[in-house]
């Protein structure tokens, strides 16, 4: 009966490390601001011709400009705190393993950091083109088709609710399966854990031979 202690040992860490994972969030903001819009700026340029889209992170927004809007135009705005907020919650489930801060483990945490974060970049980038396609008026309606306004507007939700609250879970799941499974089926873990130094014996004993 080691699973109850070890699996319960991790949700009693998950309100502490939520907590610390909230900080770290607070200090981290205004690079997350900055990195997630300079990148979204790069991706919408990319399919743009002429490229007249420019991205500025200003008090945890981004500002949308295009050079071809008229001087007198209101200027489109993005909150940046709910595209990125979710790496609380990568963050809190990091913390609460055990073994967090082995070599291995941070090297996990920085591959599913990044593919977080192309997903918060990507969220932005359908937040700007449904600007474009849905909120313009009469130039949405002569610059985008229905089908790409639906494209738009439905991608857009899917990573705004299910996407958004279920990026973070997918990608700890992804990396860090064998930890996962360790507090739910500890003999399994042990099984491994005996294995790997057999094999390292093993490797010994020929190695003085």
């Not at 991706?43 to 007198?72: K, Q």
């Not at 790496?87 to 593919?115: D, G, Y």
């Amino acid at each position: 009966m080691v699973r109850a202690p070890v699996a319960g040992s991790f949700v009693k860490r998950l309100p502490l490390t939520l907590v610390i994972a909230m900080l770290v969030w607070l200090a981290l903001r205004p690079v997350l601001d900055t990195t997630v819009t300079g990148l979204a700026e790069i991706l919408i340029r990319s399919f743009e011709y002429p490229r007249v889209t420019r991205l500025e992170a200003v008090d945890h927004r981004s500002r949308v400009f295009r050079s071809d809007f008229r001087s007198d135009s209101s200027i489109p705005t993005i909150p940046l705190t709910e595209i990125h907020f979710n790496t609380i919650v990568l963050l809190a489930l990091f913390l609460a393993l055990p073994k967090r801060f082995s070599r291995e483990n941070l090297e996990r945490l920085a591959m599913a950091w990044f593919m977080l974060y192309l997903t918060q970049t990507l969220n932005l980038f359908l937040h700007v083109k449904c600007i474009y396609a849905l909120s313009l008026g009469e130039w949405s309606q002569q610059t985008y088709s229905n089908f790409m306004r639906n494209f738009y507007g439905f991608w857009r939700y899917f990573t705004d609710l299910p996407g958004k609250f279920s990026f973070p879970f997918v990608f700890w799941l992804a990396f860090f399966w064998e930890e996962v499974l360790g507090m739910l089926h500890p003999d399994i873990e042990g099984n491994q854990a005996e294995q790997k130094k057999g094999s390292k014996a093993k490797g010994r004993t020929k190695a003085s031979d």
